[in-house]
């Protein structure tokens, strides 16, 4: 009796161990993502954080920005190489003399996945529910320049056929703008533009109901060269092509594996063993190492965005401009991009980037110690004496702190000035700076879109991200009253420049460095062109089987 | 042994209370909303979402209404992510972290109980210091650095095992549960080693040798029931660990667990998952800590006696 027992007891032990080495070592393949995917046709594409939502009126992040792109489409899209605007749901448009007046006709082969046809319609209901307040939409101000929807949005008007959208066939939208926007086609490109299919949302909710169902795989229904297959969190998106895609024909990819991974070190091990097509990022201290060994994986473009130092203009040592002046001009920015940061930034002496649509701003500052030690001896604090105690502020990140230091020590260096240095977790630090609670931060702008105006309107009197307390009346009739009017782009672009000029001057900003987009791409992974918005147009992607061996370590 | 259940879980209730109500203002006090972002969120809109989420209310209904949910089971709304309660994202991770938990532990155990054993039966010689140095090197090293070790050796260079992934690769479980064992392996092999060194002094076990028993018996059948007391008294504390302490785990291996999920809440200040998973967790611990004492009396005659005795 007691043998038999024990003779179960060792059988059970033995079957559970067999078990358990079964499902930890699998019985599939041993192929890795990328073999795998070129030939099946799918793309594993690494997406940084975890997507919030796949609902294009409630999202702001750049990773869903990717997933949508590949699940809806706008009136327009853009050519990846130039970022000029390309038909997409709209087949042409035309744009009134004033430039207020634009008229699109939709192509009328564009259908949604289920087969219904997109129309003028769809486009209408969309931006009506884009606007809606309880839907909380934080990018509506992108619809904006559209006349009367700031008004509707915020309630002032009920009656939504007062805003400038108009409906003329099924297959004719009319939109009216406030003023001549001349980066309007821009913006329609942006999520918050694309359209929603009516039905489907109204099957799952309320049109205004934020989080009801119709995003899950199986109830989504999009216009996009892709649609919806699986969506597990903090595991993948999963889109397959939609045969029903007007442009199908040219759409390669057969689907697309958006893998969210935040930790950019666990990203670059998963390139290195085959995993991944593509990352969003690349650990900093890599770069020297791919740039050396494997240059041909390494992509790195300039970026729309500006990583620069907020003033808080408030504090009465720093509300003298001449401080300010003399703290800008004591960075060493070529020294931080070449030794700091090393990742083919380029020093920032404007706050837009550089030939943003052909706008080049005229740099204010350069650096310059010795007139930066005059500054600060005019202003009071000879060789940084009786300088009062400033901190920098930055949200905790390695990177981050790299820079701070850096800068700290040449501000001791060539001013004399001692700055604490204090980080804070990312939602503190925002709060800080919100309730003007620091002296000098850390902050990074990307460009919404491919205009001046999107790195300039933010400092504007109280706008909403300017944070520093500056203003200028002049600044703010350039922006809002004058550039606005203008029918000619050079004639925009002066007052524009006259308007940077006046922020340069008064520095409540220290730009440093102009972004850089980094990311690790394997050599089979073709028709990716790179650009300063990091736009990517999934139909034109391809993937080529013959190069799958290609060694990664 | 009923009325000690029961006593038990009498007194877990007010502790829950505590965690619950701590957790609840302390995720409010900290600085940075839930819904603030790096580009400025107009007032309309942050006015718009926090009567979504009731957080217009004043603090005190909101707490209420919060204990009220949770005594009916609901966890609320995700903040993070529209659409979902905290509900389905516990449930949906829960099952991904219990499994790499159970792999880790049986790691721990096979390699922990063995090493500790086998050290403690020649007690200072190098058959001791060598496996309990490597214990030693195993309690200090962290995940975070033995991860992306063994990733580094079996992943990358040795091309043995895929570096990342659930379910999805062959054998790519493997280096989580290492990773995540390996640290428990060690603090059972210096548990095991202690019981069994002290059980092994023993007048029965002499007794057992003297009976003319082969050494194994000895050790196997009448030396471990003792030895491993320690061990299993820790069981059920290293499991509740396991279960709450995978997050680096499961950031290094990209495995979608409840521990990632627990951590971004936090970053997010997703004030409904923080407090799910923290109630979820806390309620784990207390359970495990009284499963754990439970077998502890059970296979302890000693304590069973006590017990007994007591009522």
């Known amino acids: 009796m007691y043998n038999k027992k024990k003779r179960g007891k060792t059988l059970l032990f033995t079957a559970l161990f067999t078990l358990l080495i079964i499902e930890l070592t699998g019985c599939s393949s041993g192929e890795n993502n990328v073999t795998t995917g070129n030939r099946e046709g799918i793309l594993h594409w690494g997406n940084g954080t975890d997507p919030q939502e796949l609902d294009p009126h409630i999202v702001t ?63 209408a209901w969309s931006w009506w529910r884009a606007l809606q307040p309880a839907l909380g939409n934080q990018y509506a101000y992108m619809l904006f320049p559209i006349k009367n929807s700031e008004a509707y949005a915020k309630g002032e008007i009920d009656d939504f056929s007062q805003v400038g959208v108009k409906v003329i066939d099924n297959h004719t939208l009319k939109v009216e703008l406030t003023h001549a926007t001349p980066y309007f086609l821009q913006l329609l490109d942006h999520y918050s533009m694309f359209p929603v299919h009516r039905a489907t949302i109204e099957k799952f909710g309320k049109p205004d109901e934020r989080g009801s169902l119709w995003t899950r795989p199986g109830n989504f229904v999009g216009n996009g ?36 991974i935040e ?77 700091v940061t090393k990742g083919g930034e380029v020093p920032a002496h404007t706050f837009t980037p550089p030939d943003t649509l052909g706008y080049t701003a005229k740099s204010a500052f350069e650096f310059n110690p010795e007139k930066a030690r005059e500054l600060l001896a005019e202003a009071g604090y000879p060789n940084g004496k009786n300088f009062p105690v400033t901190e920098l502020l930055y949200n905790t990140s390695e990177g981050h702190r790299k820079i701070a230091v850096a800068i700290q020590q040449m501000w001791n260096q060539y001013l004399g000035v001692n700055i604490i240095l204090n980080n804070q977790d990312w939602k503190v630090y925002l709060d800080s700076v919100t309730n ?28 909403g991200n300017n944070g520093t307390g500056w203003s200028n009346p002049r600044y703010d009739e350039l922006i809002l009253k004058l550039a606005p009017k203008t029918k000619d782009r050079n004639e925009r672009y002066k007052l524009m420049a006259e308007a940077e000029a006046i922020l340069l001057e008064d520095m409540p900003i220290i730009p440093i460095y102009i972004y850089n987009s980094k990311s690790l791409v394997h050599p089979s992974l073709k028709g990716l062109q790179p650009n300063i918005l990091n736009y990517v147009l999934y139909k034109n992607l391809s993937l080529d089987p013959s190069l799958s061996g290609v060694k990664l370590n | 042994m009923f009325r000690f259940i029961l006593s038990r879980l009498l007194q877990a209730i007010p502790v829950l209370l505590v965690v619950i109500t701590a957790t609840f203002f302390l995720v409010r006090a900290a600085p940075g909303g839930p819904f603030s972002a790096e580009k400025a969120v107009p007032p309309e809109v942050i006015k718009a979402l926090e009567a979504q989420y009731k957080l217009d209310q004043p603090m005190w209904q909101q707490y209420v209404s919060y204990l009220n949910d949770l005594a009916h089971g609901d966890f609320g709304p995700s903040f993070r992510y529209p659409g979902r309660t905290v509900d389905e994202l516990i449930s949906g991770g829960l099952p991904i972290t219990a499994e790499l938990a159970l792999y880790a532990m049986l790691v721990a155990l096979i390699i922990g109980v063995s090493a500790g054993v086998f050290a403690a039966l020649k007690p200072n010689t190098p058959q001791d210091y060598v496996p309990m140095s490597a214990a030693m090197v195993g309690i200090c090293m962290p995940s975070f650095l033995m991860g992306p070790l063994l990733v580094l050796i079996f992943g990358i260079w040795l091309e043995w095992l895929p570096v990342s992934g659930w379910g999805d690769l062959p054998g790519d479980k493997i280096l989580p549960a290492i990773t995540l064992g390996s640290g ?8 095991s080693r202690g019981g069994m060194l002290e059980i092994m002094s023993q007048d029965y076990i002499r007794t057992a040798r003297a009976k003319g028993l082969p050494e194994w018996v000895v050790v196997l059948k009448h030396g471990l029931r003792g030895g491993l007391i320690p061990v299993v008294a820790f069981l059920g504390p290293a499991f509740a660990g396991l279960l709450s302490g995978s997050f680096v785990v ?23 998952m923080i407090l799910g998973t923290t109630v979820f967790f806390a309620t784990l611990i207390i359970l495990f800590n009284l499963l754990s004492d439970i077998i502890a009396v059970w296979i302890n005659p000693k304590l069973r006696h006590q017990i007994q005795e007591g009522q």
């Not at chain 1, 605007?85 to 008229?103: F, H, L, N």
């Not at chain 1, 205009?451 to 400092?459: A, K």
Request: glycine share 6%; hydrophobic share 40%.
């Open chain 1, 436 to 463: 003007g609670d620091y002296s000098i931060a850390r902050a990074g702008w990307i460009g919404d879109y491919v205009d001046p105006n999107t790195f300039l309107d933010m400092w504007v009197k109280d706008g």
């Open chain 2, 184 to 191: 428990y392996a060690a603090f059972l092999a210096r548990l």
């Open chain 1, 263 to 339: 930790n950019v070190t666990t990203e670059e091990r998963m390139f290195r063993s085959g995993q991944l097509h593509h990352t969003a990022s690349i650990p900093i201290d890599k770069v020297a190492v791919y740039k050396k060994d494997k240059p041909h994986q390494l992509l790195t473009h300039p970026y729309l965005g500006n990583y620069f130092y907020r003033i808080n203009t408030k504090l009465p040592h720093l509300s003298d401009k001449r401080v300010r002046r003399a703290l800008a001009m004591s960075i060493n920015s070529q020294q931080i991009t070449e030794q």
């Open chain 1, 61 to 123: 992040g750049i990773p869903e920005h990717h997933i949508l792109t590949a699940l809806l489409e706008g009136l327009v899209a853009k050519n990846p190489a130039t970022l000029e605007p390309i038909p997409a749901v709209a087949k042409t448009w035309q744009i009134s003399d004033d430039g207020k007046t634009y008229t699109f006709q939709l192509r009328r082969n564009a259908v949604w996945s289920n087969g219904d046809p997109v129309t003028a319609r769809d486009f």
């Open chain 2, 250 to 272: 499961e950031t290094i291996f990209q495995i979608p667990g409840l521990g990632r999920f627990y951590v971004q809440a936090a970053f997010n200040r997703d004030y409904t």
């Open chain 1, 225 to 260: 060269p892709f649609t919806l297959k699986e969506w597990q969190l903090f595991k993948r998106v999963t889109v397959i092509k939609n045969p029903n895609y007007w442009d199908a024909d040219k759409v390669k990819l057969n689907g697309i594996n958006f893998h969210p």
